[in-house]
């Protein structure tokens, strides 16, 4: 998914952020995708207050979404540099293709994680049957050693399993419970949709060099002593060994994100992540010029109005800045 927004801010990614002695909960800010009768997306990273989660950078969530009301989601090709795309959903499908020739549909339990290395180009149509879509669309940045990995795609159906009593958890990235993904990331990950009966609790044990994310979907939970609303994304930092969930009156659907603390330095602005400002620039300018960094898309069809392909936004006055980054934990 593209970062639709026509004037991106500046974000200042980087790891520095003081330990919180408590849970930190990022409620959702909604952006919507462009045109007349777009659907909105609910976004909690990139946050001023957290750039990222281990080295997830990026969580959209969206939906239910009436895609008779909305038109549903039809992305362009837009490109990517320096990160990992995963696209996971609850209800719906999704047609995806992208400039390294790869040609799928993302369906609810199944993950497709594309890693764009030095750039690629892809577009995410909901397919005509689709008259529901509720899902998440999220990015991993890419660590310096590895930013100019070759274009990859991967698609993992994740098994619903059972991991206490009245708790089942799909596990897409990494390793939760005893159920693992053979997905590869670059930096270590977690990744589960993660199901509460009502009125269950589940303390479940966590690795304690992550830091932890929870999402929200649907549901009442409280998280660590701490009730979420719908869309609040709770972030614990690295050195807890354990997370507390408990279900209200109804059932409980949730994310749960993980990872080792990132330390680096990052610019991230539109869909591009660099290491300075004249690195986003000139992937700006090669996107604008249609350079061979990012290839074609083939088979995309556009809307009858719509754009080939989405054009990049004006870079804001100024340089962008980066930090250094600092590990947490």
Same mark, same amino acid.
Do not use: K
């Given at each position: 998914?593209?970062?639709?927004?026509? &004037?991106?801010?500046?974000?200042?990614?980087? +790891?520095?952020?003081e330990?919180?002695?408590e849970?930190?909960?990022?409620?959702?800010?909604?952006?919507?995708?462009?045109?007349?009768?777009?659907?909105?997306?609910?976004?909690?990273?990139?946050?001023?207050?957290?750039?990222?989660?281990?080295?997830?950078?990026?969580?959209?969530?969206?939906?239910?979404d009436?895609?008779?009301?909305?038109?549903?989601?039809?992305?362009?090709p837009?490109?990517?540099?320096?990160?990992?795309?995963?696209?996971?959903?609850?209800?719906?499908?999704?047609?995806?293709? &992208?400039?390294?020739?790869?040609?799928?549909?993302?369906?609810?339990?199944?993950?497709?994680?594309?890693?764009?290395?030095?750039?690629?180009?892809?577009?995410?149509?909901?397919?005509?049957?689709?008259?529901?879509?509720?899902?998440?669309?999220?990015?991993?940045?890419?660590?310096?050693a590895?930013?100019?990995?070759?274009?990859a795609?991967e698609?993992?159906?994740a098994?619903?399993?059972?991991?206490?009593?009245?708790?089942?958890?799909?596990?897409?990235i990494?390793?939760?419970? +005893?159920?693992?993904?053979?997905?590869?990331?670059?930096?270590?990950?977690?990744?589960?949709?993660v199901?509460? &009966?009502?009125?269950?609790t589940?303390?479940?044990?966590?690795?304690?060099?992550?830091?932890?994310?929870?999402?929200?979907d649907?549901?009442?939970?409280?998280?660590?002593?701490?009730?979420?609303?719908?869309?609040?994304?709770?972030?614990?930092?690295?050195?807890?060994?354990?997370?507390?969930?408990?279900?209200?009156?109804?059932?409980?659907?949730?994310?749960?994100?993980?990872?080792?603390?990132?330390?680096?330095?990052?610019?991230?602005?539109?869909?591009?992540?660099?290491?300075?400002?004249?690195?986003?620039?000139?992937?700006?300018?090669?996107?604008?010029?249609?350079?061979?960094?990012?290839?074609?898309?083939?088979?995309?069809?556009?809307?009858?109005?719509?754009?080939?392909r989405?054009?990049?936004?004006?870079?804001?006055?100024?340089?962008?800045?980066?930090?250094?980054?600092?590990?947490?934990?």
């Open positions: 998914m593209s970062n639709p927004d026509p &004037d991106p801010p500046e974000l200042h990614c980087s +790891g520095e952020h330990r919180a002695s849970l930190l909960v990022l409620a959702p800010r909604e952006v919507p995708l462009g045109g007349p009768r777009a659907m909105t997306v609910r976004r909690t990273l990139p946050h001023r207050d957290r750039p990222f989660v281990g080295a997830w950078c990026f969580v959209d969530h969206y939906g239910p009436d895609v008779g009301e909305t038109g549903g989601m039809d992305v362009a837009h490109p990517h540099t320096g990160l990992q795309t995963v696209s996971w959903l609850f209800e719906g499908e999704i047609e995806h293709r &992208d400039s390294a020739g790869y040609h799928a549909m993302v369906r609810p339990g199944e993950v497709n994680l594309m890693t764009s290395g030095g750039g690629i180009a892809h577009s995410e149509v909901s397919t005509p049957q689709t008259r529901t879509l509720h899902g998440v669309q999220l990015w991993v940045v890419l660590p310096e590895d930013r100019d990995a070759p274009r795609f698609n993992y159906a098994p619903l399993a059972e991991v206490a009593a009245g708790v089942r958890a799909r596990v897409f990494g390793s939760l419970a +005893g159920q693992h993904s053979p997905v590869r990331t670059f930096t270590p990950l977690l990744g589960a949709e199901h509460l &009966d009502p009125g269950a589940w303390e479940v044990e966590v690795d304690p060099a992550y830091e932890h994310g929870v999402l929200l649907t549901g009442d939970l409280v998280v660590d002593g701490r009730p979420l609303t719908i869309g609040d994304l709770a972030i614990r930092d690295a050195g807890a060994s354990s997370l507390v969930l408990e279900a209200g009156p109804q059932p409980v659907r949730l994310m749960l994100l993980g990872g080792e603390p990132y330390g680096e330095q990052i610019v991230m602005w539109w869909n591009f992540i660099g290491r300075d400002h004249d690195e986003v620039a000139r992937f700006r300018e090669e996107w604008q010029a249609r350079s061979e960094r990012f290839g074609q898309v083939e088979g995309y069809l556009p809307r009858p109005g719509g754009l080939d989405l054009p990049a936004p004006t870079l804001p006055g100024g340089r962008l800045r980066t930090r250094g980054g600092q590990r947490r934990g």
